[in-house]
């Protein structure tokens, strides 16, 4: 019984295959996504602001960064008070 289309990779191969993904990633982080950030200028300001501020891109995904922790708190409060409109007279409800 012979398999055909599901040969085994050498190992060299498959090294092969794992150096250049990792060449990959290495040019996306280090050179093509900079390049990216720099050449669109709704990014440029958004990294320029980041680093003004001192604030690394990566921990803007945790809570205990000021900026965030104020965001929610806004943007809970805005959500909590959103105006409901005109509300009817209790009053003139009632016989």
């Not at 300001?45 to 604030?55: N, V």
């Not at 965001?71 to 809970?76: E, G, I, V």
Request: proline letters at 8%; glycine letters at 8%; a positive charge.
């Amino acid at each position: 019984m012979t398999m055909t289309g599901n040969a085994p990779k050498s190992k060299l191969t498959g090294l092969i295959q794992l150096g250049l993904a990792l060449v990959v990633v290495w040019l996306m982080v280090g050179y093509i996504c900079p390049a990216i950030i720099e050449a669109i200028p709704p990014f440029k300001r958004y990294a320029d602001e980041l680093h003004r501020r001192g604030i690394h891109g990566g921990a803007l995904f945790y809570t205990n960064v000021e900026e965030n922790t104020e965001a929610d708190l806004q943007m809970s409060n805005t959500i909590r008070f959103l105006p409901k409109g005109p509300q009817p007279d209790v009053q003139k409800l009632v016989p």
